[in-house]
């Protein structure tokens, strides 16, 4: 009996052990295989790349600020400053690849030095998430997401409207929007960033903070999905051809992406990290998604998640309308000190 019950003990430690080690070593493993097309990087970020064909020296740049790597090494100079990767820079077919830590270690650090790449916001387009019968994240406690990010798009237009920013709403009141709906307010407007407000959920109680997402890179399902010919006549409904030709239409669809992931990924990064500090709460960084608000507009999108409603302290303090205005005025002035 003391021996089985020993043995049972011993299957419970071990199997225990095993199950701990899977799990700390598993998203490890992922990011590992994870790797980014140089270009597209650049595209999103807005710098310039080169390569020597005969050094096989890359060089990446904007304003005056540049970056050099080396096909086959693992170190990237930036202003006479070695920054190693976890693995080497290759190049396969002529398309040149980079580990996963690239854009944090070189990209990030590279845009912040060189400052942003925006022109100045004169209408913005402002979605409070959610509404209607569609109540959004619900606290515990009762609390709906579509309430809580009515008040702070409603405060944050009208901080905009004081800084001489011509603001567009999608709702303004508590009703239902369809996602197609919402897009089609940016595909009408002649704006210069789509701004959406959400509030968060998790499963843990004690996740909290502030976080933004704009669009990450379109997979061959996304691309499909936006180029099919009723998008595009959705999108470019707008806009006067001579020839209403598709494959015109996807190549400018496709630079007008390309210049949307530079800019939307600049301001999701500012917003988050210059909101988060004045509101005090935790930078939970910028992030990439393919939301459909955020993939089937034109212009600039970012969408902010104002905090956790699942986190009783960051409830509490979104339910207070001084604190919903201090969020509302931290990102009006983030977005008009943005581009400065």
């Known amino acids: 009996m003391v021996q089985s019950f020993r043995k049972y003990i011993i299957f419970l430690i071990v199997g225990f052990l095993v199950f701990v080690s899977g799990c700390a070593s598993t998203p490890y493993q992922k990011l590992r295989k994870q790797n980014f097309v140089l270009k ?9 790349c080169t390569m020597d064909s005969i050094t096989q020296v890359i060089k990446l740049s904007r304003k005056e600020i540049e970056a050099r790597g080396l096909i086959g090494s693992n170190i990237v100079v930036i202003e006479q400053r070695d920054v190693y990767l976890s693995k080497p820079i ?3 077919r002529g398309v040149i690849s980079v580990p996963f830590d690239f854009e944090q270690r070189v990209m990030v650090p590279l845009s912040e030095k060189a400052g942003s790449i925006s022109k100045t916001f004169r209408k913005i ?13 619900i606290s515990r406690r009762g609390t709906q997401e579509k309430d809580i990010v009515l008040d702070i798009a ?31 307010v940016a595909r009408s407007e002649n ?16 996740v909290e903070g502030l976080e933004t997402y704009y669009l990450g890179f379109l997979n061959w399902r996304d691309k499909k999905e936006i180029c099919c010919i009723e998008k595009h006549k959705k999108m470019f409904r707008k806009y006067n051809m001579k020839y209403d030709n ?21 301001i999701a990064r500012y917003l988050a990290g210059y909101t988060a500090k004045k509101i005090n709460t935790r930078n939970r960084g910028n992030k990439t998604a393919n939301f459909y608000i955020l993939k089937n507009t034109l212009i600039p999108a970012v969408l ?24 509302a005025n931290s990102l009006a002035d983030g977005l008009v000190l943005y581009t400065r």
């Open 246 to 266: 598709i494959n015109a239409k996807k190549i400018v669809l496709d630079m007008l992406h390309t210049y949307k992931q530079q800019s939307s990924s600049d």
């Open 154 to 184: 409603n405060r944050l237009s009208s901080a905009l409207k004081k800084r001489g920013v011509f603001v567009v709403q999608t709702r303004d009141a508590d009703n239902f929007l369809s996602l197609d709906e919402r897009v089609d």
């Open 304 to 327: 902010v998640e104002v905090g956790f409603l699942s986190n009783k302290r960051e409830e509490q303090k979104l339910k207070s309308s001084a604190y919903r205005q201090k969020i």
């Open 191 to 206: 704006a210069d960033l789509f701004i959406s407000v959400h509030a968060n959920i998790a499963n843990s109680f004690g």
């Open 90 to 92: 290759k190049i396969s």
């Open 125 to 137: 387009i402002v979605d409070a998430g959610h509404g209607g019968k569609d109540p959004g994240a």
């Open 40 to 48: 597209e990087l650049c595209m999103r970020y807005g710098f310039d």
